[in-house]
DNA sequence: ACAGAGGGTAGAACGTGTTTCAATTCTACA
DNA sequence: TGTAGAATTGAAACACGTTCTACCCTCTGT
């Protein structure tokens, strides 16, 4: 097993490894963008990233780890661009809000890339388990980082931890709801206020 | 479009054909039960049920209806047994953790079925819809029944649907971590307990 | 210089979900 | 009873994720 895997998969290997990945990840995502997770065919992604099928699938072992790993490279970025900011808001639950809002609203401006990226989320099974911990870990991180106001990782509680947890379920469920047609853009936002403020309460 | 469709799906259609729906979920839940997802193979299911391939298309369009409408109808069975009783627990929250401990427990006996039913259930799209929903109602359904103790469907709270609805998500979360091997079945119930007892106070 | 190894490429091949179609059987109704 | 239309069948074909094969580069250690 030599596939980049794991936290360090951006930065391992040679630079032109780092290129083709970084290739492969684009191409997925734009993809995506257009048709959202029919569009995204290995054959295609191959072509458009410029490597072939063999290689690509020696990066991502299945078109769920892809698009998985897209997500991921997405977090990453809306992370690192926010990660010293403030957040704004005077209470948990405004703060909480404030930042899963903008998050929301985000995903829903590209609704066929969010389409594509959280079906495979969902339906990734026990071998995705790592991309899934580091997606997973990333959005505990976010809301903790809100709840709590504070940029650094202060020590959550067991109880904060147990909320964030199941904040992060509604949203989930409510993003899941909405990508299936099942729920309006705005009963996303509702739903999760509404958990929000059962749980700090 | 003449398949049979939604609510009144097993009631549709002459008796021939509610046999065969009735073999065909047969043939899927079996299969499910000992191979998982994968090993409902729409040939094999179709094969089991001694249906041609192009019946079972009709009955059901998609490998996802298919296992979703297997889900329906395991919940609506499981349903129908405990209907009437009463459920037991002092407290709404002993009554919801009695009803959802023992449907996970009911689940985790068949590992290789809910792993199937439940990626078919977090994959469904737009198209899937009607049963989606279906599904949902029922689920909601019970965990209301669990809340107000009450076998009737007794009018709740705005407040009281909205818990009930956070609940679900949680409890599908958590259902979904343990398929995917990321969570133990005893995680499933701590996880659950922890969101009742902080929305049930 | 050279052999070997590892990654890359092109393309065929395989498995399974889905579609299609001609032929047959069933069902309802005049 | 006869017949039109719907449902079913069997089998082939298609689409796309995934795997496999044969070959080519480019390094690296000797």
Redesign the interface.
Known sequence: MTTTTGTEASSAGSAAQRERRKRILDATIALASEGG?DAVQMRTVADDAEVALGTLYRYFPSKIHLLVSALDREFERAERRTAELAVPGDTPHERVMFILGRTTAALQKSPLLT?AMV?AF?????S??GE??QVGTRLITMISRAMTGSPYHSQATE?EA??V??IS??W???L?GWV???TTAEDVEK?ID??VR??LR
Chains 1, 2 share one sequence.
Request: charged fraction near 25%; hydrophobic fraction near 65%.
């Open positions: 997770f389409e079906r969902m339906f990734a099974d026990a995705v388990a899934i911990h109880e147990a909320i947890r199941v379920d509604v989930l469920a409510a899941v299936t047609g099942r739903q509404v958990a059962l749980l």
